[in-house]
């Protein structure tokens, strides 16, 4: 009935596959030979536990892959285009040899945080479907996820919402307009 804390206890072949950097094909070969424990759904998908997956990589000796690249990948998620689009080009021309997506709502949010796999998450609070806290917590309760740095941004910055946005994860929540040297510090990657 409520939707609080769904914490994402399984994860799915492909997802382990990234973790362990190897092919689904090896995950499912090990799941069937049982060296990797797995549960399988009524539809007959194999599901994996996260506990279950750091066992296996320490008995055999293989580093759980946490980080996809060495340039810091930034997702912007926030619904208006033109701030969104600012805030990318500045991104681009304050740091170097960072990657920057967009996603103009929660949903494509979503989809981005597998596909694009950023390291921080620069999200605005107020937003249609999902809101930046509904996706903050929705990051920080997926063990692939939670490494992720979330610094909000808001037009509206109360120390009521500030307080509510970092008891789900964030770091900190900025206020529009953006003051560009807080925002560089903040993100500490150059």
């Not at 998908?45 to 293989?62: P, V």
């Not at 509904?134 to 996820?145: D, Y």
Request: aromatic share 6%.
């Amino acid at each position: 009935m409520s939707a609080k804390k769904s914490v994402k206890s399984y994860l799915t072949p492909k997802e382990v596959a990234e973790l362990l950097m190897v092919s689904t094909a090896a995950v499912r070969l090990w799941a069937e030979s049982g060296h990797l424990k797995a549960r399988v759904t009524a539809g007959g998908h194999r599901r994996f536990k996260l506990d279950d997956i750091k066992t296996f990589a320490a008995n055999k000796n293989i580093q759980l892959n946490t980080k996809t690249s060495d340039n810091p990948k930034i997702l912007i998620v926030d619904d208006d285009i033109d701030f969104a689009e600012y805030l990318k080009t500045l991104l681009k021309i304050e740091i170097s040899n960072v990657d920057v997506e967009i996603s103009l709502d929660g949903f494509d949010a979503a989809n981005k945080l597998y596909d694009f796999t950023p390291s921080i998450m620069l999200l605005d609070l107020k937003m249609p479907g999902l809101d930046g806290f509904q996706i903050c917590q929705r990051v920080k309760n997926n063990p692939l996820q939670n490494h992720i740095r979330v610094i909000a941004i808001s037009g509206d910055v109360t120390s009521s919402k500030i307080d509510k946005i970092q008891a789900v994860g964030a770091e900190t929540c900025l206020k529009k307009p953006i003051d560009v040297s807080v925002l560089i510090k903040q993100l500490a990657l150059n």
